[in-house]
């Protein structure tokens, strides 16, 4: 084996003669530094962002640092690809020295975990490789911008407080912009012999000096609340960052670069290219054509005259824009009010209408008749119930057994009375409400100016009725009373209180779905219920049964009292009658004499003998013995007196 020799530094291309491979290391140096300096600042942001945003999670302070951070690392991002250029550069220009080794000398056996994947069928080169490349880092630190930036994002803003600390925050922000105002310079005035990056690096720091100009009007004005003005900065790195993202994404379908060919510069962005003053998109658009697809659009007379006639043609077009606005369609369901130099003048219904445009006019577009439902307990930020199939099972709002609890009732206390005591007692009442806006004019007038939110107002004052309706009213009251009179008192109530507010919101019904005690309190209450009822119902059942004694003994009373009467006009009628009688038996004795006393005597005899058996024995047979009655008995003759008067005495008489 002959010894190893140290092979003497290549010569330099003639590429290594220009000054970007002669300045190469000194840049290289530069942007480490500055690489390393950002890093720090973009640490230090983070951590106060989330110190704030673990203290006050609305406050603005937040998404500002998380903004200027994320454009940091845009910007650091940059300058590290450019470092890693500058590093390539620097090697090509001055090549570290090389051991060769002897061809003769064999190569190392493979050890065993090389066999063991070699028998993997995944070529884990070219995954160690594809990881590597600048096109998987630019995406991966461009995802990490996006969560940064999205991660603060906010709708709604607290007021900063009064104090030296924005103003200290102002007065480093401007001192930032000097230093970031100087180095875009510096990059601008780079020629691309000495470093071809600085021309892509120069708009990314344009992009952060624009985030933090646009940082600077949240801090200055405390009281400015939108959330536009303080996600304005946000919006432009996240622009950017899905720029990013793209174009590294897109790198990994492009060819590899050949041996000894620069490394590409690929954290570059188009959009903060178009950060200058004044914007020349057209110019670009032709820089592009011209320089991909050598298509000249200055020789084409077409773009020569477009380009002559944009400015007017868009002055045109955008008074046309404007003057359209001040067409406004209405549909059917709603209602519209013109505001003329913003003083309402008149109702539109619906259909196409035209005035002033904007902002001399305007319309404030309301409601036309839609019919809300509102129960008085729900809250104002309650998700709403999903729609359930009608093959489903039934909805949780539709239980109204009193043990559940459910989300829209609404706790109040009502009077309560023990013995001789007053004391408070709570209900839970579910009521709800029928509204719409009037459909006058003035009733749209006042719903839209007179009030915010008129769910929150008719929620309100309903909760005020229903106090003063259940202040006076007892727990057997409430649920003894119709629901019908409750709910017609509550809903002329809450009319009359929404009327006087003018708020123009007309309650079409009230409805009393549930009035019951808490579900912590429904068993008890159901147990005093069953002994009200059984004690209810043992009264009634005593008293029926009195009642029932009465009924019978007053019946009992009558009927003697009338069978004594009966029989006392009977007895006085007979009485009467005989009185009569005897008068006239008088009258005609006195008259006839012994006549008619014969005649009296036969007819009663007649009546008497009438219908009686009769055995007449002549007194004259024989004139020797005395009368004979004959006692033997004659079953013939007996049974025909039997058969003729089975009930009555044989009579024997003598003449």
């Not at 005609?588 to 009769?614: C, I, K, N, Y």
């Amino acid at each position: 084996m002959q010894p190893s020799q140290i092979s003497e530094p290549a010569q330099p291309s003639p590429l290594t003669s220009h000054a970007r491979y002669s300045l190469a290391k000194t840049q290289a140096m530069l942007t480490a530094r500055l690489v390393f300096g950002l890093s720090a600042s973009i640490f230090l942001m983070i951590v106060v962002a989330l110190i704030v945003s673990m203290f006050e999670s609305s406050s603005r302070w937040t998404t500002l640092l998380s903004s200027n951070a994320a454009v940091l690392i845009l910007l650091a991002i940059s300058f590290y690809n450019a470092q890693r250029i500058c590093q390539w550069r620097a090697e090509v220009y001055s090549p570290s020295q090389k051991i060769e080794i002897p061809a003769d000398e064999a190569e190392p056996l493979p050890t065993v975990y090389q066999r063991l994947a070699a028998l993997i069928p995944i070529n884990f080169k070219r995954i160690n490789t594809l990881l590597k490349s600048d096109g998987i880092w630019l995406g991966s630190m461009s995802v990490f911008v996006l969560f940064v930036t999205l991660v603060s994002w906010g709708e709604h803003y607290l007021p900063l407080d009064e104090g030296n600390l924005r103003w200290f925050a102002v007065g480093c922000i401007a001192a930032a912009m000097f230093v970031t105002l100087v180095a875009e310079r510096h990059l601008a005035a780079t020629v691309n012999e000495a470093w071809p990056e600085a021309k892509y690096l120069a708009p990314i720091v344009r992009l952060t000096l624009a985030v933090q100009l646009l940082t600077l009007p949240p801090l200055i004005f405390p009281g400015a609340n939108m959330s536009l003005l303080v996600n304005l900065p946000a919006i432009l790195v996240v622009l950017v960052a899905i720029e990013f993202l793209l174009r590294g994404l897109f790198s990994l379908f492009t060819p590899p670069r050949e041996e000894g060919d620069e490394p590409a510069f690929l954290a570059q962005s188009q959009l903060a290219a178009q950060l200058v003053w004044p914007p020349r998109p057209l110019l670009f658009l032709q820089h592009e054509l011209h320089h991909h697809f050598g298509i000249d659009l200055r020789q084409l007379w077409a773009f020569t005259v477009l380009r002559r006639a944009f400015l007017p043609v868009l002055a045109v077009m955008m008074l046309c824009g404007w003057l359209l606005t001040g067409m406004q369609q209405i549909s059917a369901t709603q209602r519209g009010i013109y505001e003329r130099f913003g003083n309402p003048v008149a109702v539109l219904s619906s259909g196409l209408h035209y005035g002033l445009p904007w902002p001399f006019g305007q319309v404030m577009l309301t409601e036309n008749g839609q019919v809300h439902e509102l129960a008085a307990g729900e809250e104002s930020d309650t998700t709403p119930e999903p729609l359930t199939s009608a093959e489903g099972k039934a909805p949780a709002s539709a239980d109204r057994l009193w043990d559940a609890i459910h989300s829209f009732d609404k706790a109040q206390i009502i009077a309560s009375q023990s013995g001789s005591q007053q004391s408070l007692q709570i209900i839970n009442s579910d009521v709800r409400f029928m509204w719409r806006i009037g459909l006058t004019d003035g009733a749209a007038l006042a719903a839209t100016y007179h009030s915010i939110n008129l769910p929150e107002l008719i929620r309100s004052t309903a909760n005020q009725v229903l106090v003063h309706q259940f202040s006076s009213l007892t727990l057997e009251q409430l649920l003894g009373e119709q629901r019908n009179d409750l709910a017609l008192q509550i809903n002329r109530a809450v009319q009359q209180k929404l009327d006087d507010l003018h708020s123009g919101v007309e309650l079409l019904s009230t409805v009393v779905e549930a009035i019951h005690p808490p579900a912590g309190a429904a068993d008890a209450f159901h147990g005093v219920q069953a002994a009200q009822i059984s004690a209810q119902a043992l009264i009634s059942r005593e008293r029926g049964h009195a009642a029932e004694l009465a009924a019978s003994a007053q019946t009992t009373a009558t009927t003697r009292q009338n069978q004594a009467q009966m029989n006392a006009t009977d007895v006085t009628s007979i009485a009467q009658s005989t009185a009569v009688r005897f008068a006239a038996q008088k009258q005609a004795v006195a008259q006839s004499g012994q006549v008619f006393v014969d005649e009296l005597w036969f007819s009663q005899l007649r009546q008497t003998l009438g219908h009686s058996p009769l055995l007449i024995i002549d007194h004259r047979i024989g004139a020797d013995s005395p009368p004979t009655i004959d006692l033997r008995e004659f079953p013939s003759l007996n049974e025909a007196a039997r058969r003729d008067a089975p009930s009555k005495s044989t009579q024997e008489s003598s003449r």
